[in-house]
């Protein structure tokens, strides 16, 4: 038997139905449409009601659910899940726990795996390592973060940034020369510039850490700005050279949607012309985990079989990298149906 690699073979993905716009945005802090739209990117963000659902789980089993009646494959037959997530519905049990128990999965087991924005990425390693050992031969790795039930609405400089959503991918073994090809992760620390400090086991809630408002994302932009375009240009480039892939090989580089300056810096720093870089930050805002495989549900009509794709992100930790994939099938076959 010759290597087994692991493919993407189907895509399914939500967002909540209420849509929070910069007008919106602009009563809620001391912002404006045009100051948003020039930093940032985002012109919409949809945004998780109670009436609607709760947790992430909500959302990556609607995911989940669409991506089944996509690809009309027996549920039964899905080995294991990864779900990517910096909002777990709880500590414990895992999203995924909740995801397949929702979907009613009886030959599948499942955990979380939390790598901040570059979850989804970390994921898809993780995911197409599991196939690799030839004990798993159809997973579904899931990526979506429910952002705004930790977003501090009171500040200005990180609440227009965030929205929530999920999306998932399958992923099957195959033993032709598709799928997942190569990867280049690194992850170091630093806690200043990107958390949330209370909530945790070095800092548990309480009365005090909720009056002081510690459960909130916190962010030095500035600083985690620069970081992100350096890292994410370079593992790109890295991943490219070590590929031997020029920009003419690139069908599609597919950035965590973080603010539209960061996407357009990595593009230009490695000259790839933007109509190459998938993004959607402008309606979707920065889902955090979710970002990746969003990117891949709304531009998979346009992917073709055999397309060079890479995947890029960068997040708290810092984690960041990037992942080559030689894409798999023509993602028209699900729209012509
Ligand atoms: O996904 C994980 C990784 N995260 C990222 O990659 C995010 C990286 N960082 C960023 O995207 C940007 O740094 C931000 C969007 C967070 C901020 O943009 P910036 O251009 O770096 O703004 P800044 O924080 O330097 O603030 C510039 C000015 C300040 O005013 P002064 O001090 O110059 O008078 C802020 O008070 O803009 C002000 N400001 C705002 N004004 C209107 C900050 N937020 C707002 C706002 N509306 N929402």
Request: hydrophobic share 40%; aromatic share 10%.
């Amino acid at each position: 038997m010759g290597k087994i690699n692991a493919v993407i073979t189907g895509i399914g993905g939500f967002v909540p139905s209420y849509i929070l716009d910069n007008e919106e945005m602009s009563r809620i802090v001391d912002t404006t449409d045009e100051w948003i739209m020039k930093r940032i990117g985002v012109k919409t963000r949809h945004i998780l009601k109670p009436e609607e659902g709760n947790g992430t789980s909500f959302m990556m089993t609607k995911a989940v659910e669409e991506l089944l009646q996509k690809t009309q494959i027996d549920p039964q037959t899905i080995e294991a899940m990864v779900c990517a997530t910096t909002t777990p519905d709880y500590h414990f049990p895992s999203t995924a726990s909740l995801v397949i128990g929702n979907l009613g999965l009886q030959n599948c087991y499942g955990f979380d795996m939390e790598a901040a924005c570059a979850g989804f990425l970390y994921a898809m390693e993780v995911g197409a390592g599991l196939i690799a050992t030839g004990r798993v031969k159809r997973i579904v790795v899931c990526g979506g973060d429910f952002m705004s039930s930790m977003t501090n609405y009171e500040d200005r400089t990180t609440c227009p940034i965030f929205g929530d959503g999920a999306a998932c991918v399958l992923m099957e073994a195959t033993e032709e020369d598709y799928g997942l090809i190569d990867t280049y992760f690194r992850t170091d620390s630093h806690y200043d510039p990107l958390h949330m400090a209370a909530g945790g086991s070095a800092c548990p809630p309480s009365h005090e850490t909720v009056d002081k408002r510690m459960h909130f994302v916190y962010q030095e932009g500035k600083e985690v700005f620069k970081h992100a375009v350096t890292n994410m240009s370079d593992a790109v480039e890295i991943i490219a050279k070590r590929n031997n892939l020029t920009n003419d090989d690139i069908a599609w580089l597919v950035p965590h949607q973080a603010n539209i300056r960061i996407e357009t810096a990595v593009a230009k720093r490695i000259n790839l012309p933007e109509s190459k870089v998938m993004i959607n930050i402008d309606h979707f805002a920065n889902t955090s985990g979710g970002t990746l495989p969003l990117c891949l549900w709304e531009y998979e009509p346009q992917l073709k079989k055999g397309d060079n794709i890479i995947f890029t992100a960068f997040g708290g930790g810092f984690t960041w990298g990037a992942s080559y994939m030689k894409w798999g099938y023509d993602g028209d076959k699900f729209s012509k149906k």
